[in-house]
């Protein structure tokens, strides 16, 4: 059973910084391109930073140059560090990926939910 699992939200003030993790566990082949994804009450679920397999990135307009997408493929974790942070950015942060395990599939992870205040 392959999962992702988010952690790293929680409370922070406008202009500080979170590290979130998304860690994949299972049985596991290859993992694909990860995106973070963000979804603020009454929104959409929006794409905000993907990484392929080979590390290329891409950002949202609204994040790019505050965060910075990575990942360790020893440890089939992507991480998402989030600088300048700003109340408009609150919302609940999901990971998803396509993941080679017994089969090919999409995951989701459950969220976390990040809160900044003013």
């Known amino acids: 059973q392959v999962q992702l699992v988010e952690s790293g939200g929680g409370l922070v003030q406008a202009g500080g910084s979170l590290r979130l993790s998304c860690a994949a566990s299972?049985?596991?082949?290859?993992?694909?391109?990860i995106g973070w994804y963000r979804q603020a009450p009454g929104k959409q679920r929006e794409l905000i930073a993907i990484i392929t397999s080979g590390g290329s990135t891409n950002y949202s307009e609204s994040v790019k140059g505050r965060f910075t997408i990575s990942r360790d493929n020893a440890k089939n974790t992507v991480y998402l560090q989030m600088n300048s942070l700003k109340p408009e950015d609150t919302a609940v942060y999901y990971c998803n990926g396509y993941i080679s395990g017994l089969l090919y599939l999409n995951y989701w992870g459950q969220g976390t939910q990040v809160t900044v205040s003013s």
């Open positions: 299972g049985s596991i082949t290859s993992i694909n391109a």
